[in-house]
């Protein structure tokens, strides 16, 4: 699992270098916020790498991230293309978000598990 902290610190670090060209691709007006999000995702894989966070830290990223989704998936016009649409990127995204509630959860389940492991020895 560490090795796989590795690899999503670097997957989410090529996320956030992505969003710089929102602003010119999707014209999207707070493209910082999704490179801090992103950014704070790398950080915390890169972490976890090393050692485990309380599991409160990956709910919170998980509840965070499934209520900007919610918000986000609002957006989206069904009717229209829904990912790489650069008139609406509410598609994109949402999908991001339920990247990060995934692999936060992912987390926060392996903390969880290597917690409940180690009370029952």
């Not at 950080?43 to 998980?62: A, D």
């Not at 989206?76 to 978000?97: A, F, Q």
């Amino acid at each position: 699992m560490r090795y796989v902290c590795l690899l999503m610190a670097l997957v989410f670090t090529a996320f956030t270098l992505v969003q710089f060209n929102d602003l010119d691709q999707y014209h999207t007006e707070k493209w910082y916020l999704w490179v801090a999000a992103y950014g704070l995702c790398a950080l915390i894989s890169l972490i976890s790498f090393f050692k485990r966070l309380p599991v409160i830290v990956y709910i919170s990223m998980v509840v965070a991230a499934l209520t900007a989704a919610v918000v986000r998936v609002q957006g989206v016009e069904w009717s229209r293309e829904i990912l790489y649409n650069p008139d609406n990127p509410s598609g994109n995204e949402t999908g991001g978000l339920l990247v990060i509630a995934v692999w936060m959860g992912i987390l926060a389940w392996a903390r969880k598990a290597k917690v409940a492991k180690h009370t029952e020895l």
